[in-house]
Nanobody
Framework: QLQLVESGGGSVQAGESLRLSCAGS????????VGWFRQAPGKEREGVSC????????TYAESVKGRFTISRDNAKNTLSLQMNSLKPEDTGVYFC????????????????WGKGTLVTVSS
């Protein structure tokens, strides 16, 4: 069964850091472009960051540039998101998602989704 499982969410103060992880099982994540998305309460889901299959190209939402870093370890079938200098507006449920053999991370074009992990940042 193909599955993505996120972990690492929690409650922190503004300015602190969190590291999210996403583990793939039942499939070889190396064949997929993968990314992180988030959904704040009452808002639509938005893309946060995306990384290509070999980890050589990354993209970030403007709101997280310089603070978040996406990475992947294909040998371990995992994806990570290092989040530094967190702000209250970063609060939301964070999802990892995978898209097979294609570039980019369009929110409506991902093939597999995790169930999400909650990040809460208080001021």
């Amino acid at each position: 069964q193909l599955q993505l499982v996120e972990s690492g969410g929690g409650s922190v103060q503004a300015g602190e850091s969190l590291r999210l992880s996403c583990a793939g099982s039942g499939f070889n994540l190396e064949r997929y472009t993968v990314g992180w998305f988030r959904q704040a309460p009452g808002k639509e889901r938005e893309g946060v960051s995306c990384i290509n299959r070999i980890g050589s190209a990354t993209t970030y939402a403007e709101s997280v540039k310089g603070r978040f870093t996406i990475s992947r370890d294909n040998a371990k079938n995992t994806l990570s998101l290092q989040m530094n200098s967190l702000k209250p507006e970063d609060t939301g449920v964070y999802f990892c998602a995978a898209r097979m053999l294609a570039r980019g991370c369009p929110s409506n074009g991902m093939d597999y989704w995790g169930k999400g992990t909650l990040v809460t940042v208080s001021s």
